[in-house]
Structures are given as structure tokens and as C-alpha cells.
């Protein structure tokens, strides 16, 4: 019998080639101020600034260069509080759509980011709506576009934490692969192997249910050949648009189904990391924590033939091979870890004596809670020696 399960998806998605040209049409009626969140450079996207003010806008501007922290959060929020921004457009990759999505949350909702925060903050639960919030991701990676958190940094805790709400659902997502040109190749890397790793996960997630299983498998399909042909040939906008179309599947698959304990420690490790990109950190975990997964859940004989085959299932999608199997997904992500020359763990700055702090905050992220088997203390610190 088929297990109940539920589907939310508030956020209405635009995906097309030129499509974030219309985003002045698009979000016609959210008013006429307009805090504008975007990378270092806003100069790169000014034909859509453009467009905005041609059509009567007026724009401020805050800039996100790094993976955002919680004051990063807390001065975008109390920048479009001091003007009275009517609405929040987010362009660019997930840093950037975080900090805009608990922005346009805190922008409603008093105090600092941090009261939010899960686990590390007070806990406080978002009791008003924020404000409406467009997102045009620049990178195909994070699916923040579709989900109800905002992964945040806290410095003083030394991790990420989600500020989580349906409130934090954008109003609108754009997809445009004409938005993602020029992208330099280690984050054209890092997003993508997020995005699949994001829909490897949900697929085995003690959570899985069958919204989200249809999303990672076709999902899976599409982007694992999208990745492949944006890595040969990076100004293939195709390539780029069904890549793009792979995160946003991830983003939707996550939020109904959960992620697992690549994602479980790879939050942690970000905290800890400074300059560690989420996806390659993602990337290099991926494939000891299957092995851990597997080797664990072989003393739960029912579970383990679930899990085999769903691994398997992930791999005959990625690969493009019918007959590909678990060890073959292992070492797919071995051999692209390694031939994108993505950094080991050490190479990053993380010490063994590190490791007797960070396992126990990757047992207790909320990531961690959807693993399809528990992990012992054994296994996490078998997966970071073999990642670093």
C-alpha cells in the first residue's frame, strides 16, 4: 500500500530562453520599489535592470559575494526596511536566493536572522508572510527557487542552519539559461553536481514518496546528459536549459522528500570551511557516504534490496546504461570528483582532530534525519577519511 504523502508548490515557475526579460510583466503587480539582490558584479545582468526601470521601476541594490552569514541576511532585511521596499528580485546562484529569501522574510518579521534560525538560533516561528520575492537563479544548482529555506551561516556556531517556513516559498521563479553565460567553470561544476546530488538523495530518502521519486528520476534523465554536454561545451544553451531544469526538479524533490547525510555534512563542513564551495563539498562526500549507506543498511536485509535498486536506478539514469548498478554510481562520482580536480578535504583546511567536533553536528542536521539508514560514529569518521 502506497504510503500517504503531501505536495505544496506556491511558487509559480517561468522556465524559457529570454524569459527573465519579462520579469518587469511578470511581476506587474508587486509595486514599484524594488530591492535587488545579486552577485559582486550587478553590471553583468544590466539589461535586466533596464528593463525594470523602463518600465517604471525603481532599484536598490545589495550585493552578496560569498556564501551568506547571518548579519549578511540581517543588513539586506534592514536595507529594504529603510527604504520601504515594495518587493525583493534575487539574480543570481543559491547564495544570492538565500540571502533574498530570509531578507524578504525578516523584512516582516522582527529581530535578526538568528531567532529563526533551526538549532542553533532561538527557534522562533516566522509568523508573518514575507514580502513577495522574484528569483532568476543564475546557476544551475541549489533549487533554492522552489524551496522553504534559507541556508544561512552562523560564525559564531562554526555551521549552516536553514531558516525554514512556507513563508520563504518565492512568489515567482525564473529559469533562463541565457542568465547562466559566462560562468566560470568550477561553479558551472559545483552547481551541477549539487543539483544531482540533490536528486540522487530525495530518491533514497527514508522520506521518499512518489512526487518526488518522478521529479529525481527525470530529474536524473535529463540532467546527467545536460551536465556531461555543459562541461564539453559551456555555451550550449540547451545544455544549460535542462540543466536548469534538473536543479529546479532537485529543489521541488527536496523540499517533499528530504536529502541525506551528504548534504548533513556538507552543511557542517561549510561552517567550518571558509571558501569551501557547497556543491564540491557534495561532490566529494557523495561517494563514501554511499558506501557507508550500503555497508550499514546490509543488517536490514528489506531495506537493503530498496536501496540497492534505487541506487541502481540513479546510476542507469545519470550514466545513460540500463545495466548500471551501485558500484557503478560510486564510481561515477569518484572519477568526476577527481577529473574536476575538486579539492580534498584537507586541501580545504580541515584537520583530523577536526572531526571528533564535526561528526556529532552532522549527526543532528536536519539533512541527516532523511538518510535512509542511522550511521554510526564509525562510519562519518570512515567517510571523512576517505574525503580528505
Given at each position: 500500500?502506497?504510503a500517504?504523502?503531501?505536495?505544496h508548490?506556491?511558487?509559480?515557475v517561468?522556465?524559457?530562453?529570454?524569459?527573465a526579460?519579462?520579469?518587469s510583466t511578470?511581476?506587474?503587480?508587486?509595486?514599484k520599489?524594488?530591492?535587488?539582490?545579486?552577485?559582486a558584479?550587478?553590471?553583468?545582468?544590466?539589461?535586466?535592470w533596464?528593463?525594470?526601470?523602463?518600465?517604471?521601476?525603481?532599484?536598490?541594490?545589495?550585493?552578496?559575494?560569498r556564501?551568506?552569514?547571518?548579519?549578511?541576511?540581517d543588513?539586506?532585511?534592514?536595507?529594504?526596511?529603510?527604504?520601504n521596499?515594495?518587493?525583493v528580485?534575487?539574480?543570481?546562484g543559491?547564495?544570492?536566493m538565500?540571502?533574498?529569501?530570509?531578507?524578504a522574510c525578516?523584512?516582516?518579521?522582527p529581530?535578526?536572522?538568528?531567532?529563526y534560525?533551526?538549532?542553533?538560533?532561538?527557534?522562533?516561528?516566522v509568523?508573518?508572510?514575507?514580502?513577495p520575492l522574484?528569483?532568476?537563479p543564475?546557476?544551475?544548482g541549489?533549487?533554492?527557487?522552489?524551496?522553504?529555506?534559507?541556508?544561512l551561516?552562523?560564525?559564531?556556531?562554526?555551521t549552516k542552519a536553514?531558516?525554514?517556513?512556507?513563508?520563504?516559498?518565492p512568489?515567482l521563479?525564473?529559469?533562463?539559461p541565457?542568465m547562466?553565460?559566462?560562468?566560470?567553470r568550477?561553479?558551472l561544476?559545483?552547481a551541477?553536481l549539487?543539483?544531482?546530488?540533490?536528486?540522487?538523495?530525495p530518491?533514497?530518502s527514508?522520506?521518499?514518496q512518489?512526487?518526488a521519486d518522478?521529479?529525481?528520476?527525470?530529474?536524473l534523465r535529463?540532467?546527467?546528459?545536460?551536465?556531461?554536454?555543459a562541461?564539453?561545451?559551456?555555451?550550449?544553451p540547451?545544455?544549460?536549459?535542462?540543466?536548469g531544469?534538473?536543479?529546479l526538479?532537485s529543489g521541488?524533490a527536496l523540499?517533499?522528500a528530504?536529502?541525506g547525510?551528504v548534504?548533513?555534512?556538507a552543511?557542517?563542513?561549510?561552517?567550518?570551511?571558509?571558501g569551501?564551495?557547497?556543491?564540491?563539498?557534495c561532490?566529494?562526500?557523495l561517494?563514501?557516504?554511499?558506501v557507508?549507506?550500503?555497508?550499514?543498511i546490509?543488517?536490514?536485509?528489506?531495506?537493503?534490496v530498496?536501496?540497492?535498486?534505487?541506487?541502481a536506478?540513479?546510476?542507469?539514469?545519470?550514466?545513460?546504461?540500463?545495466?548500471a548498478?551501485?558500484?557503478?554510481?560510486?564510481?561515477?562520482?569518484?572519477e568526476?570528483?577527481?577529473?574536476?580536480?575538486?579539492p580534498?578535504?584537507?586541501?580545504?583546511?580541515?584537520?583530523?582532530?577536526d572531526f571528533?567536533?564535526?561528526i556529532?553536528?552532522?549527526?543532528?542536521?536536519?539533512?541527516t534525519?532523511?538518510n535512509?539508514?542511522r550511521l554510526l560514529g564509525?562510519?562519518?569518521?570512515?567517510?571523512?577519511?576517505?574525503?580528505?
Amino acid at each position: 500500500m502506497m504510503a500517504p504523502f503531501d505536495v505544496h508548490g506556491p511558487t509559480r515557475v517561468v522556465v524559457g530562453c529570454g524569459a527573465a526579460q519579462d520579469v518587469s510583466t511578470l511581476s506587474g503587480g508587486f509595486g514599484k520599489r524594488v530591492l535587488v539582490v545579486t552577485g559582486a558584479t550587478p553590471a553583468r545582468h544590466s539589461e535586466v535592470w533596464s528593463r525594470l526601470e523602463t518600465a517604471g521601476k525603481e532599484l536598490r541594490f545589495a550585493t552578496i559575494g560569498r556564501e551568506p552569514t547571518v548579519d549578511d541576511a540581517d543588513a539586506v532585511a534592514l536595507a529594504g526596511r529603510t527604504w520601504n521596499a515594495e518587493w525583493v528580485l534575487a539574480v543570481g546562484g543559491g547564495s544570492v536566493m538565500d540571502a533574498a529569501k530570509a531578507a524578504a522574510c525578516l523584512m516582516r518579521n522582527p529581530g535578526s536572522a538568528l531567532d529563526y534560525l533551526e538549532g542553533v538560533g532561538s527557534g522562533r516561528p516566522v509568523v508573518h508572510p514575507s514580502v513577495p520575492l522574484v528569483v532568476i537563479p543564475t546557476t544551475a544548482g541549489t533549487g533554492s527557487e522552489v524551496t522553504r529555506n534559507a541556508v544561512l551561516t552562523s560564525p559564531a556556531h562554526r555551521t549552516k542552519a536553514s531558516l525554514r517556513s512556507p513563508f520563504l516559498y518565492p512568489t515567482l521563479a525564473v529559469i533562463d539559461p541565457a542568465m547562466g553565460r559566462a560562468v566560470p567553470r568550477p561553479v558551472l561544476v559545483g552547481a551541477g553536481l549539487d543539483a544531482l546530488v540533490q536528486l540522487i538523495e530525495p530518491l533514497t530518502s527514508r522520506r521518499a514518496q512518489p512526487f518526488a521519486d518522478a521529479l529525481c528520476r527525470e530529474g536524473l534523465r535529463c540532467g546527467g546528459a545536460a551536465f556531461r554536454r555543459a562541461l564539453a561545451q559551456p555555451d550550449d544553451p540547451n545544455a544549460r536549459l535542462h540543466l536548469g531544469v534538473a536543479a529546479l526538479f532537485s529543489g521541488f524533490a527536496l523540499a517533499h522528500a528530504g536529502l541525506g547525510a551528504v548534504h548533513g555534512m556538507a552543511g557542517v563542513l561549510g561552517g567550518h570551511l571558509s571558501g569551501a564551495p557547497h556543491g564540491a563539498l557534495c561532490a566529494r562526500l557523495l561517494p563514501d557516504v554511499i558506501v557507508a549507506n550500503r555497508r550499514r543498511i546490509a543488517e536490514e536485509p528489506e531495506r537493503q534490496v530498496w536501496l540497492e535498486m534505487r541506487y541502481a536506478e540513479a546510476a542507469s539514469l545519470l550514466l545513460e546504461r540500463p545495466s548500471a548498478t551501485a558500484d557503478d554510481l560510486v564510481e561515477w562520482a569518484r572519477e568526476t570528483a577527481e577529473a574536476n580536480g575538486l579539492p580534498r578535504l584537507r586541501e580545504w583546511g580541515l584537520a583530523a582532530t577536526d572531526f571528533a567536533v564535526i561528526i556529532p553536528q552532522a549527526e543532528r542536521a536536519s539533512s541527516t534525519k532523511s538518510n535512509p539508514v542511522r550511521l554510526l560514529g564509525a562510519d562519518w569518521e570512515q567517510v571523512l577519511k576517505s574525503a580528505w
